[in-house]
């Protein structure tokens, strides 16, 4: 159980980082409860570049049908957590 709470603790940190560098923003203004529509500043251009760094820091593909799913911060964290065990 420990290595899933770090790998979470990991990828939590990747993707917060990652999203506060495309949006050119402080780590600490990033919650995992932020919804990505309201919350987050993301323009389109921004959200993509987003998308494809967290496909490249974990060597994944994150698929449209579950991107649309996708509603919170915590929401990426659960499916990168997801498709990272399934590679």
């Known amino acids: 159980m420990a290595d899933s709470d ?3 603790t990991k990828v939590k940190e990747d993707v917060i980082r990652i999203m506060a560098e495309t ?3 402080s780590p600490e203004e990033i919650t995992s409860d932020l919804a990505f529509n309201t919350d987050l500043p993301f323009d389109s251009l921004q959200l993509y570049e987003f998308v494809i760094d967290v496909e490249e820091t974990y ?3 994150l698929p449209d049908e579950l991107l649309d799913q996708v509603k919170t911060v915590d929401d990426m964290i659960d499916i990168v957590m ?3 065990k399934k590679a």
């Open 6 to 8: 770090n790998l979470r």
């Open 23 to 25: 949006l050119e923003i």
């Open 59 to 61: 060597n994944i593909r």
């Open 82 to 84: 997801k498709l990272t």
